[in-house]
């Protein structure tokens, strides 16, 4: 299964953090949707390109990784964090 950004979320980067923001809500009221992630989430989401999968991206993360790690524990944790970026409509199938 490949996955893809959607193309009305962005990303930006404010205040040192980083955030996914969907560009197509209805600001009423100065709201949108923002998401906050972190240093490993926006390597996960800059190398999401609608041709790798989940395995893929996990492969890449523990490929960027110094550190001796399980790739079975990063599969889960990508796999957990496509989940939710899903859930929010953030990303499509």
Avoid: P
């Avoid at 040192?16 to 209805?26: E, Q």
């Avoid at 100065?30 to 395995?55: A, H, P, R």
């Amino acid at each position: 299964m490949t996955i893809n950004r959607k193309d009305n979320i962005v990303c930006r980067k404010i205040h040192g953090s980083y955030f996914l923001i969907d560009i197509s809500d209805n600001y009423s009221g100065d709201k949108c949707s923002l998401y906050e992630v972190n240093q490993t989430g926006m390597f996960i989401w800059n190398n999401i390109d609608g041709n790798k999968t989940i395995f893929d991206l996990s492969q890449l993360l523990k490929d960027a990784i110094i550190d001796d790690i399980d790739i079975e524990i990063l599969h889960n944790d990508v796999s957990e964090f496509v989940s939710t970026l899903i859930q929010k409509n953030f990303l499509e199938v």
